[in-house]
């Protein structure tokens, strides 16, 4: 069987993870998940790196030990995991034996192989990083450029690794394996350090007791990024030589921030060249999640209310955000309000009414899942499509392209929308058509079926939702066609994402004043601000009958289908239009405003329309599913 090991960093314990450590494991998740759906035996790794010197200074201030310091906030790390259905396999703390041995094994190893050696250093140190800073990398004030805290100076006598004797293995490993590193950008950075030289790097700490001592000298602790790069051949029994560590190392992914990738990408590397072990496949770099254009941080108490979120979209919609809003390596702006329109557009809308309108068509005119006994238009291009998606699918999901992946996957959710739309599927429960609507039927809730199997590393609960809708009582995430069964029963339906309304607002301007409140201020006083424009839900809807209104010649009384209901609309434009020439038409409708009493018709609804001496209603340029919001 192929295997696929996958990893997190370790992250530091010093206080609660936040949602950039979130990001890295919900995009190992999906790795992992995607290689067991296809067969693949999976080791996901992911865990805490403990002996920091950040952990030791926030375990003072509340008066504990390291340890039990350690003891309180791994768990959160662990709780975090299990509320944002992360599947690793291990949960990995380097306080456990198993990885003290193991790193001092590592160490010897390198020691018994002539890379180490004792040497005095003196230089600026991060304890946010744990790394000492180069001369040219210092600037004038001395300050970290990620952290922003004062560096200082350290004078110890240090064990030091022979990093420099790697440096020619290392350019040609980068110059052979092109996709070593994840994205381009990270890798060509990283090649210009390595091509402006390498110097051995210091790996050891004599003031420190807090870590894991030297194997061959107790008075030193291991430098903490040794040791904390070891942890991913130590979680998998290196120090016994264990058949788990046989099976999966060497890793397939190392997946991080872009802060960390040279430790992963150039000194992990030497330092198992070192030990005689094979490389790692990919190491992927990830860009910062970032708050108003800064990156989120512990040290900087720099955080976005990613439980208050996940407490309103639920944990997939905060999954989906993340995956699909950000271009992988690049930054990204956290923004609540995109999180709201990604869930009522994408989710709610496109996939959660599409499963709805399936299931109600489907109750309402079958009793189980019918026979697709009678093809017919656009039924091939479906299935190819299906089978297209997942090629793409699997094309991005190589190059670690998320939102590229989802976005393909979302191409097909919209075609069944438009497949459903342009069948008339509602239309066909008469007698003679009926074989043909049990078709379609099929096919739109097979397509359902397929679509949990392509979103299910992404969202596995909304995947797992709809196969308890379409009736699966064992979820069938077979990627192959036609795998629905006959005669189920399905659901219901009931949504999966329901409706939720907007409760944050955008943060105000850096003057604290909105910028409608500075134009009104300035005598402008027509302008609405971006927020009363959201509060406008306006949907695409498609007229199905128009009918006058007695005694009002000016206004036509019209059902309107939005997606999810059907809306009775009282519009002026009697005579600008024939009634017969609107059915079918797609039309934008006001689903928000309040009911209205129009010549004893009520009306739930305005359509929108440009309006001079004659009437133009408005529609979408080319046909789009019901109900999809415009904005
Ligand atoms: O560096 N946006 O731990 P750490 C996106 N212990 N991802 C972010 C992020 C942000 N704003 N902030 C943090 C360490 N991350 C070491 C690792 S591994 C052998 C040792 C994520 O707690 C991202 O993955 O500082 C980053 O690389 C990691 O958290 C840093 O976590």
Not at 176 to 187: A, K, S
Not at 231 to 248: R, V
Not at 455 to 466: E, G, L, V, Y
Not at 580 to 586: E, F, R, V, W
Request: one cysteine or more; aromatic letters at 12%; charged letters at 25%.
């Amino acid at each position: 069987m192929n295997t696929f090991y996958v990893t997190t960093p370790i992250y530091y314990p010093n206080s609660e993870p936040h949602a950039g450590n979130a990001y890295t494991t919900i995009a190992a998740d999906v790795l992992a998940r995607y290689h067991r759906l296809k067969g693949y035996e999976v080791c996901f790794l992911t865990g805490v790196d403990e002996h920091a010197a950040n952990v030791l200074n926030a375990a003072k201030e509340e008066g504990l030990t390291p340890q039990e310091y350690c003891d309180k906030i791994a768990p959160t790390f662990v709780n975090l995991w299990e509320r944002l259905n992360i599947s690793h396999d291990i949960f990995f703390r380097t306080t456990s034996d198993i990885h003290k041995r193991g790193a001092q094994k590592f160490l010897n190893v390198l020691y018994e192989n002539g890379d180490i050696y004792k040497d005095k250093y003196e230089g600026y140190y991060c304890i946010s990083c744990e790394k000492f800073f180069a001369e040219k990398e210092l600037t004038d004030d001395k300050i970290c450029p990620d952290h922003k805290i004062p560096l200082q100076w350290l004078e110890e006598e240090n064990y030091f690794f022979r990093l420099s004797k790697y440096a020619d293995r290392l350019l040609a490993h980068f110059n052979e394996n092109p996709d070593f590193v994840y994205p381009e950008t990270r890798r060509n950075e990283l090649l210009s350090f390595l091509e402006s030289g390498l110097q051995d790097i210091s790996i050891s700490r004599a003031s420190l007791s807090w870590g894991i001592p030297f194997p061959f000298d107790p008075e030193h602790i291991i430098y903490i990024w040794i040791e904390a790069l070891s942890n991913y051949i130590t979680a998998l029994g290196y120090e016994t030589d264990s058949d788990q560590f046989q099976t999966f190392w060497p890793a397939d992914v190392h997946m991080m921030g872009k802060d960390i990738t040279r430790f992963h990408a150039l000194f992990w590397p030497a330092m198992l060249m070192a030990a005689d072990l094979p490389l790692p496949k990919h190491i992927v770099g990830h860009g910062w999640l970032t708050k108003d254009g800064e990156a989120l941080s512990k040290t900087r108490g720099i955080f976005v209310d990613m439980d208050g979120d996940i407490a309103t979209y639920g944990v997939d919609a905060f999954r989906y955000y993340l995956l699909r809003e950000f271009s992988f390596g690049n930054d990204g702006d956290y923004r609540p309000s995109r999180l709201h329109e990604r869930y009522n557009a994408d989710l709610a809308n496109d996939l959660g009414n599409l499963l709805n309108r399936v299931l109600g068509l489907l109750n309402k005119n079958f009793d189980v899942i019918p026979e697709p006994t009678t093809p017919g238009e656009f039924d091939d291009e479906i299935k190819t499509l299906a089978h297209d998606t997942l090629e793409s699918l699997d094309s991005h999901m190589q190059t670690f392209a998320y939102d590229i992946a989802l976005e393909t996957i979302w191409e097909f959710v919209r075609r069944i929308n438009r497949y459903v739309q342009q069948t008339q599927v509602w239309t066909l429960a008469k007698p003679e058509t009926k074989p043909r609507m049990g078709t379609i039927l099929y096919n739109s809730l097979e397509a359902l079926r397929f679509i949990s199997a392509l979103i299910f590393p992404f969202i596995p609960d909304t995947a797992d939702k709809i196969q308890r809708q379409i009736g699966s009582t064992d979820s069938d995430y077979t990627l192959e066609w036609g795998r629905l069964k006959v005669g189920q029963k399905v659901a219901k339906g009931e949504p999966i994402f329901p409706r939720v309304d907007l409760k944050k607002e955008e943060p105000p301007q850096k003057t604290g004043k909105t910028k409608s409140e500075e134009q009104s201020k300035q005598g402008k006083t027509d302008l609405i601000s971006f927020t009363d424009f959201q509060r406008m839900d306006l949907r695409v809807g498609c007229i199905i009958s128009a009918e006058s209104i007695q005694g009002a010649d000016r206004l036509l009384k019209l059902i309107v289908d939005i997606g999810t209901e059907r809306r009775q609309v009282v519009a002026g434009i009697a005579e600008h239009y024939r009634t017969d020439s609107l059915i079918g038409k797609q039309v934008i409708v006001v689903v928000n405003l309040e009911p209205a009493t129009i010549r004893n018709v009520e009306s739930q609804g305005m359509v929108l329309a440009a309006s001079s001496d004659s009437v133009v209603l408005t529609t979408p340029e080319t046909e789009v599913p019901l109900g999809t919001q415009v904005r």
